[in-house]
């Protein structure tokens, strides 16, 4: 066998047993159980679910101090609006100046000559029919007057030059508006900007040179008839007047949508101010009344809140589908019977989710920006749990585990990761040897102590210049953790344990007190079976020292092993005490003792759930003597058999124990101490005995043992073996010491001899 263990009968092999439908559903319950595991972890350790945007309204005070968890930027409204303002301000209004427009009224004019010409070429001159036409074309209405002069004024090409020339000065060299006041007031401000449809005009236009439409049109065209029509009739000029009057209109004119895109243009030139906040810089303090920049960086702040703690939560769920990954695999590695199944992970996870659990109300009760919140955070449970309900190399593991996700929890902060890891191993280093529960108890005072002092020494890391009393004030925190772990822990504890059937070692030191009842009853009713579990335990434990097993499990199935035989307790050699008791199996068959021998596993497997002994308990019963044979009701067979008093054939089977075989290497001790036990009190009863006597019945009981292939299913090597052996050996030497030979009388002897062969008989 060499470093090889023979077999290893954990988890994973008894699913080997298992049919492969039944091997599929152990997995895919394990795999679902892991994804929860890790979903429920996410949802603690990421603030999507707990998040709480800040709450403000501007212009009101606020109730605390806002700092930025990470740099952001975010604009300045107030500086950017009043730039706006500014720009607003001096923003030109449009005005579009429309060559085509005198165009349209040089047009109107050629088409009423047109029209005057016509209408006097078709017969005698009809006022109405020019009044009719020019309406329904041009829509120009004239009075009966001018209808009459323009008629009366024929195809006189002088006068429609004339009213050309004048239309234009008004049109081209002034300029017509319908605004004249506005444009003013914007021209004495600087704000005017004409611009031109289709070609710009032969000089610039000036507000005192406009002319305001319609309020000055008539005084202006007035004015400009002396100028271009000297010396024609009166009704001439009143025709040119009131024909000019009703063919113009406005070429400068206001444009609103003009203006707001040039408002717009000049606005998206204005460069946005942005203030930028960096990581831990206070945006608002309490009892301040929130500005327009504060109120832009805690909205913006509440969005990218938002949007992070959903990239948090993908991110986190991802880190810890790997971290949970590795902390399954060195579990096995470090503990082979626990396998990849539901309740391993369960068992493994909840050390770590009530802290975690904890933690959180902590944290959303305080305020992850308060630090005392993290201080709080009791993480001393894992560490106490991890190494009551597993092991101390486990335990470390799951502290380790733990502080990193206390520290995912409040934003990767060292001080409360490294604390978490303080309080964690310093549960893990108080209690590596523990023996009673209130030692719990004294655990969370040492976490308090170390959690204390670590919170001072942190405080004054961080800040150097800081006062002692904010130190300790912070660090009496950590002082209430260290207690609620103990406090905490102690019904936790309790609560796995019932709900797993784990059990601790502090359970197997309840289990073995002299105060169990069950053990009251069999010393009362079976006191010899009581004494060989005594004698036992006495062989075992120290065999169980010497290769590193659990001693308290091999001293708890030492004691519990044959707690059937209190059923009929005088079957059992142990227990007979008169002539009459030995000779109870002189009138029954070997078969039969064999089924009476067999019985007290089933009665002590009975008893056990009775009593409720837990599983790591419980299976010492059958295994510990696994499918050996019972050697002296077989060997009482066989010589009936050649005798000819028995017809029955005899099969080693039937004389077998139902077994199963050791599954654990705690099993495998107590299997071997009971047989040693069993030998050395029937065989070593001389006065004066070596230890090579002793080493010979030792290695005779092992051996028997070993080539019976009793160990194929537990974890054992051959060095195990030999230290067994050692281990028995020098325990045996040390309860047969060396003592004096005396002379003894020949009818003593004689009688010690009968005993000798009585003690042989069978006893299981």
């Given at each position: 066998m060499g470093k090889n263990r023979i077999r290893t009968r954990a988890d994973k092999d008894i699913r080997i047993l298992q049919s492969p439908r039944q091997r599929r559903f152990t997995y895919l319950g394990a795999w679902l159980v892991f994804l929860v595991v890790v979903a429920f972890t996410t949802i603690l350790i990421s603030r999507v679910f707990f998040f709480q945007p800040y709450h403000f309204e501007l212009g009101k005070v606020i109730g605390q101090?806002?700092?930025?968890?990470?740099?952001?930027?975010?604009?300045?409204?107030?500086?950017?609006?009043?730039?706006?303002?500014?720009?607003?301000?001096?923003?030109?209004?449009?005005?579009?100046?429309?060559?085509?427009?005198?165009?349209?009224?040089?047009?109107?004019?050629?088409?009423?000559?047109?029209?005057?010409?016509?209408?006097?070429?078709?017969?005698?001159?009809?006022?109405?029919?020019?009044?009719?036409?020019?309406?329904?074309?041009?829509?120009?209405?004239?009075?009966?007057?001018?209808?009459?002069?323009?008629?009366?004024?024929?195809?006189?090409?002088?006068?429609y030059h004339y009213l050309?020339?004048?239309?234009?000065?008004?049109?081209?060299?002034?300029?017509?508006?319908?605004?004249?006041?506005?444009?003013?007031?914007?021209?004495?401000?600087?704000?005017?900007?004409?611009?031109?449809?289709?070609?710009?005009?032969?000089?610039?236009?000036?507000?005192?040179?406009?002319?305001?439409?319609?309020?000055?049109?008539?005084?202006?065209?007035?004015?400009?008839?002396?100028?271009?029509?000297?010396?024609?009739?009166?009704?001439?000029?009143?025709?040119?007047?009131?024909?000019a009057r009703s063919v113009i209109e406005p070429n400068i004119v206001y444009r609103p949508d003009l203006t707001q895109e040039e408002r717009a243009k000049l606005v998206g030139q204005v460069e946005k101010v942005r203030h930028t906040y960096a990581r831990g810089e206070v945006i608002i303090n309490a009892m301040e009344r929130a500005n327009t920049l504060q109120d832009s960086a805690l909205n913006r702040l509440n969005e990218r809140l938002r949007a992070a703690n959903l990239m948090q939560l993908l991110a986190n769920?991802?880190?810890?589908?790997?971290?949970?990954?590795?902390?399954?695999?060195?579990?096995?590695?470090?503990?082979?019977?626990?396998?990849?199944?539901?309740?391993?992970?369960?068992?493994?996870?909840?050390?770590?989710?009530?802290?975690?659990?904890?933690?959180?109300?902590?944290?959303?009760?305080?305020?992850?920006?308060?630090?005392?919140?993290?201080?709080?955070?009791?993480?001393?449970?894992?560490?106490?749990?991890?190494?009551?309900?597993?092991?101390?190399?486990?335990?470390?593991?799951?502290?380790?585990?733990?502080?990193?996700?206390?520290?995912?929890?409040?934003?990767?902060?060292?001080?409360?990761?490294?604390?978490?890891?303080?309080?964690?191993?310093?549960?893990?280093?108080?209690?590596?040897?523990?023996?009673?529960?209130?030692?719990?108890?004294?655990?969370?005072f040492r976490i308090a102590l170390v959690n204390f002092i670590s919170v001072l020494i942190l405080e004054y890391m961080d800040d150097p210049t800081g006062e002692f009393q904010t130190y300790a004030m912070r660090a009496m925190w950590g002082l209430g953790n260290g207690i609620a772990c103990g406090i905490i822990a102690f019904p936790a504890l309790v609560f796995f344990e019932v709900l797993f059937g784990v059990v601790t070692d502090v359970r197997l030191l309840e289990l073995t007190g002299i105060r169990q009842p069950l053990l009251s009853e069999m010393e009362e009713s079976a006191s010899g079976t009581y004494q060989h579990s005594l004698n036992v335990s006495k062989l075992a434990e120290p065999a169980a020292i010497a290769v590193g097993a659990n001693y308290l499990l091999v001293r708890a199935g030492a004691y519990y092993h044959d707690i059937g035989k209190t059923v009929k307790p005088k079957y059992y050699s142990e227990n007979q005490t008169t002539p009459e008791d030995k000779k109870i199996y002189q009138n029954i068959t070997p078969s039969m003792s064999v089924l009476i021998i067999k019985k007290?596993?089933?009665?002590?497997?009975?008893?056990?759930?009775?009593?409720?002994?837990?599983?790591?308990?419980?299976?010492?019963?059958?295994?510990?003597?696994?499918?050996?044979?019972?050697?002296y009701f077989y060997n009482q067979a066989l010589n009936?058999?050649?005798?000819?008093?028995?017809?029955?054939?005899?099969?080693?089977?039937?004389?077998?124990?139902?077994?199963?075989?050791?599954?654990?290497?705690?099993?495998?001790?107590?299997?071997?101490?009971?047989?040693?036990?069993?030998?050395?009190?029937?065989?070593?009863?001389?006065?004066?005995?070596?230890?090579?006597?002793?080493?010979?019945?030792?290695?005779?009981?092992?051996?028997?043992?070993?080539?019976?292939?009793?160990?194929?299913?537990?974890?054992?090597?051959?060095?195990?073996?030999?230290?067994?052996?050692?281990?028995?050996?020098?325990?045996?030497v040390s309860r047969y010491h060396h003592r004096v030979q005396y002379p003894r009388a020949a009818k003593e002897a004689e009688r010690d001899e009968r005993m000798l062969e009585q003690e042989s008989a069978p006893g299981g």
């Open positions: 101090t806002i700092r930025a968890p990470f740099p952001f930027e975010v604009e300045d409204r107030e500086v950017y609006n009043k730039k706006v303002e500014e720009v607003l301000k001096k923003t030109p209004q449009c005005y579009e100046y429309d060559s085509e427009v005198e165009d349209r009224i040089a047009e109107a004019i050629t088409g009423v000559r047109e029209e005057v010409i016509a209408t006097t070429q078709a017969g005698p001159a009809s006022m109405r029919t020019l009044q009719k036409n020019l309406k329904k074309k041009y829509g120009i209405s004239l009075t009966d007057n001018v209808t009459t002069a323009l008629l009366s004024i024929g195809n006189d090409r002088q006068f050309r020339s004048l239309i234009h000065d008004i049109m081209t060299n002034r300029g017509l508006i319908d605004d004249k006041y506005t444009f003013e007031t914007f021209e004495k401000q600087g704000r005017v900007k004409i611009l031109y449809k289709h070609q710009s005009p032969p000089a610039n236009f000036v507000a005192v040179r406009l002319v305001e439409y319609p309020e000055e049109l008539v005084t202006v065209i007035n004015l400009s008839l002396n100028n271009f029509f000297s010396g024609v009739p009166t009704s001439h000029l009143y025709a040119a007047r009131d024909l769920f991802l880190f810890l589908l790997i971290v949970c990954g590795f902390v399954a695999f060195f579990v096995h590695k470090f503990n082979v019977n626990m396998g990849f199944t539901a309740q391993n992970i369960i068992l493994i996870s909840l050390p770590v989710f009530l802290p975690l659990t904890i933690g959180r109300l902590v944290v959303q009760v305080l305020g992850k920006e308060d630090m005392v919140a993290g201080y709080a955070i009791p993480a001393g449970i894992i560490g106490i749990l991890g190494i009551m309900l597993l092991d101390a190399r486990i335990a470390f593991l799951l502290v380790s585990w733990g502080a990193l996700l206390f520290g995912l929890m409040v934003d990767m902060n060292f001080k409360i990761t490294l604390l978490a890891f303080i309080g964690g191993v310093t549960s893990v280093s108080s209690l590596y040897n523990v023996r009673e529960r209130k030692e719990m108890l004294m655990a969370g007290h596993i089933k009665d002590g497997m009975e008893l056990a759930q009775k009593w409720g002994l837990p599983k790591r308990v419980f299976d010492f019963i059958p295994q510990h003597h696994g499918t050996g044979l019972i050697r009936r058999y050649s005798e000819g008093k028995s017809n029955d054939p005899v099969r080693k089977e039937d004389f077998r124990y139902p077994g199963p075989k050791p599954q654990s290497i705690e099993a495998a001790i107590v299997m071997l101490a009971d047989i040693v036990e069993a030998a050395s009190t029937s065989k070593l009863m001389e006065a004066y005995l070596s230890e090579d006597d002793i080493r010979r019945i030792v290695h005779e009981a092992v051996l028997n043992q070993f080539n019976d292939e009793q160990f194929d299913e537990c974890s054992m090597t051959l060095r195990d073996l030999h230290l067994f052996e050692e281990s028995f050996v020098k325990t045996l």
